[in-house]
């Protein structure tokens, strides 16, 4: 049997401070059987096990991985073709080729100025080989790429070259710039971000998107982040790439970047593959807060039992460059550290939006959140959410009205025959009309009819619909006959429930409905009324 051992990364990273020169072996591969075990840290796994976990890919990226290193090929279900395969391996080389040839420009006498850029910056040597940083020098890259056999139209795919419009010449797209390689997870060069040293316009400049590269579905710093967080760092989200070399070199954080747009949809799954619960970082000012929102906006309908993230909002006019080189890292690690949750940020960002003394302005609010709720798609991480937003309606309620902040039901002895129609007729109210149910949830909260089985279905019904706002009145009954109410149900729509109310209501509109039901909350305390009197004429 053929054991390999080794000094585990994992279990390095946890060892503290006084044992990090140990280097007795913990890591232990068993060629034979296939497996690997750490006996520090307790990983244990196969070859596609331990890249998932090393390097964050998927089952089938893993095993596209081994394959290529073993030289083998992947069957597929869905046939290739072999002509976009060669393209994409050629422009991958081609790619990797550029990558060098920028490195070597900035030793270079020619890359002076972007080697000075650097280090105005603050980014020694080892960090610009970490990110691999280069300089594209105003030509040259054509002619070396030629002389390793690539053809301009090779180049022209793979983006490091560009065409006249009005001559139709082929140039070096990348001139005179600091370039930025944009990696894969796998760590191979699919494009580049760059920055002008001079005149040039755009400032930044990216790569198009073409056969290895949609930069909706790419995070710069990926491979660089995934080895800071074996280090336990949190992970944060950046707008820049020097924020992300930024924070990687002052060892405060992991860092990602997406690459120029919003983050997207795409993006979220990613950074959840490094880690459950990344923070966003935004600026201070009013803008930063309307970005908020619209990463949450995105974020929200993806959101996942366990997975979210938290927001951190930058000291005004500073990006984490600035407040690092400022303040240094403590600095930074505040802010990381102070970031607010998901639901904190969706409730406080859109209550800055509206002037809450107006009883509409809230209503309004009210409305707003909870159509951001709804567009959770998941159904648990949905209901939780709808959980959190109705208690802190219900919260703001009592405050606005005056009363407690903590509310107890109020525990009714066996009621009379007149106040328990005036429960049922409440019930009956809402099973028919269910929008009113959100609306009136800490009224709601507060009574108790002293009948079990009608509070059993209050609260059904109630839960049900903070779940799921959008249900209607057949998918309701259908929910409580599934939990065994069917009888409680029966009796509240039945004829002989009817024919006490002055009013069906299944047949009324639902600002009639309001009416009732308001009149019916103020008669339950025990006063007498319209409801009180079984005899009374429908309306």
């Not at 997975?307 to 990006?319: E, W």
Request: glycine content about 8%; some cysteine; hydrophobic content about 40%.
């Amino acid at each position: 049997m053929s054991n390999t051992t080794a000094v585990c990364k994992e279990e390095d990273n946890r060892r503290s401070p006084e044992r990090k020169n140990e280097k007795t072996p913990s890591f232990s591969v068993v060629d034979d059987d296939g497996f690997y075990h750490c006996f520090g840290c307790g990983a244990h796994g196969d070859a596609i096990s331990f890249l998932r976990e090393t390097e964050g890919l998927d089952f089938l990226e893993a095993v596209e991985r081994l394959a290529e290193m073993a030289g083998l090929t992947v069957p597929r279900s869905a046939p290739q073709d072999p002509a976009a395969s060669r393209q994409r391996k050629t422009t991958l080389d081609i790619l990797e080729e550029t990558t060098l040839f920028f490195e070597a420009a900035l030793r270079s006498e020619g890359g002076r100025n972007a080697t000075r850029y650097l280090k105005q910056r603050g980014l020694k040597s080892d960090i610009v080989k970490t990110y691999r940083i280069g300089y594209s020098p105003r030509n040259g890259l054509r002619a070396a790429l030629r002389s390793k056999g690539f053809s301009d139209a090779d180049m022209l795919a793979a983006g490091v070259a560009g065409k006249s419009d009005h001559d139709g010449s082929v140039y070096d797209y990348f001139r005179d710039r600091v370039m930025f390689p944009i990696e894969n997870r796998q760590g191979r060069v699919i494009a580049f971000g760059a920055r002008s040293l001079g005149e040039d316009q755009p400032k930044y400049l990216n790569s198009g998107e073409g056969v290895t590269f949609s930069k909706k579905t790419v995070l710069y710093g990926w491979v660089q982040a995934r080895e800071s967080l074996r280090r336990g760092l949190p992970l944060v989200v950046v707008e820049g790439y020097m924020d992300v070399i930024a924070i990687y070199k002052s060892g405060a954080a992991a860092a990602v970047a997406p690459l120029g747009t919003a983050l997207t949809p795409e993006q979220i799954l990613l950074l959840w593959k490094l880690h459950n619960e990344p923070v966003l970082c935004f600026d201070g000012d009013v803008a930063g807060q309307r970005a908020q929102l619209r990463a949450l906006e995105r974020i929200l309908p993806v959101l996942e039992p366990g997975r979210s993230v938290r927001l951190a909002a930058l000291p005004d006019g500073k990006d984490p460059d600035d407040l690092i080189r400022a303040s240094g890292p403590d600095a930074f690690r505040k802010v990381v550290s102070t970031a607010r949750s998901l639901v904190d940020t969706l409730w406080e960002g859109l209550q800055s939006e509206y002037e809450l003394s107006q009883p509409e302005a809230r209503a309004q609010f009210w409305q707003a959140v909870r159509r951001h709720v709804r567009s959770i798609g998941n159904n648990q991480v949905r209901s939780a959410y709808g959980d959190e937003i109705e208690s802190r309606i219900a919260l703001m309620r009592n405050q606005t009205r005056g009363v407690a902040s903590t509310f107890v039901p109020r525990r009714a002895q066996r009621p009379q025959t007149g106040l328990i129609n005036r429960h049922r007729a409440l019930v009956a109210l809402m099973l028919a009309h269910p929008t009113m149910v959100s609306a009136n949830f800490e009224a709601l909260s507060m009574l108790d009819s002293g009948d079990k089985k009608l509070e059993s279905l209050k609260k059904a019904l109630v839960d049900a619909v903070i779940r799921d706002p959008d249900l209607d009145v057949v998918a309701i009954r259908d929910h409580l006959e599934r939990l065994n109410l069917g009888d409680v149900v029966a009796l509240l729509t039945g004829d002989d429930m009817k024919a006490r109310l002055p009013f069906d209501p299944d047949a009324i509109s639902s600002e009639k409905a309001e009416l009732y039901f308001n009149e019916l909350l103020e008669l339950v305390d025990g006063r007498s009324g319209l409801f009180s009197n079984s005899s009374s004429n429908k309306r």
